[in-house]
C-alpha cells in the first residue's frame, strides 16, 4: 500500500497537476456520459413523428393532408424543407397548428411525441400541441406560424 505522504514526496508538482488535469478529465467525461439520469436527460417514452412531404413556393409552405399522418384531427407529422423542420398538429377538419421544430433550449430538432406533447431528443424538454412549454429545460415556447386546411393542402407562411 502506498501512503500519501510518498506520493507527495517522488511526485514534482507538474506531475501532481497533470494527474488532477486527467482525473477532471475523466470526471467529466463520466458526467456527460451519465447525463441520461439527469432531469434533463431526453424521454426514452417518445414515438418518432411521421415525416410528411412538403412544397415551398417562396416562403409559403403546402402540404397535403388529405391521406396519412394529418388526415385526421390529432393527427402530428414533421415536415421538413428547406426553410427548415415544422412540427403539424391537425387539430379541426379546416385547422392546424404549425410550429418550429427547432427547441429553444440549444436548438435541437424536435423529431418525437409523446401522448399529445412534442418530446426533443437531446434533453426531453416538452411542448404542448400549441408550441408552449410543458417540462423544460426549454423556457421559450416554439414559434408558430398561421396556418389553413383549404381542401386537402395546408398552407402557412414561414
Known amino acids: 500500500m502506498i501512503k500519501l505522504d510518498e506520493v507527495v514526496s517522488t511526485q514534482t508538482r507538474r506531475e501532481f497537476c497533470a494527474g488532477c488535469s486527467k482525473a477532471a478529465g475523466l470526471l467529466a467525461l463520466g458526467a456527460v456520459t451519465a447525463c ?35 388526415a385526421t384531427t390529432g393527427g402530428m407529422a414533421i415536415a421538413q424543407t428547406n426553410l427548415g423542420s415544422f412540427l403539424i398538429t391537425r387539430t379541426a377538419p379546416t ?39 410543458v417540462q423544460g429545460p426549454a423556457n421559450r415556447a416554439l414559434q408558430s406560424f398561421a396556418a389553413q386546411i383549404n381542401g386537402e393542402v395546408l398552407t402557412f407562411t414561414a
Open 95 to 133: 385547422s392546424a397548428t404549425v410550429l418550429t421544430a427547432t427547441c429553444t433550449h440549444e436548438g435541437c430538432t424536435v423529431t418525437g411525441f409523446s401522448g399529445s406533447q412534442f418530446v426533443c431528443p437531446c434533453h426531453g424538454s416538452t411542448f404542448s400541441t400549441s408550441g408552449t412549454v
Open 36 to 70: 441520461g439520469g439527469s432531469p434533463t436527460s431526453p424521454s426514452s417514452n417518445s414515438t418518432p413523428l411521421t415525416s410528411v412531404s412538403a412544397t415551398v413556393s417562396g416562403r409559403v409552405v403546402s402540404i397535403a393532408v388529405g391521406s396519412g399522418a394529418l
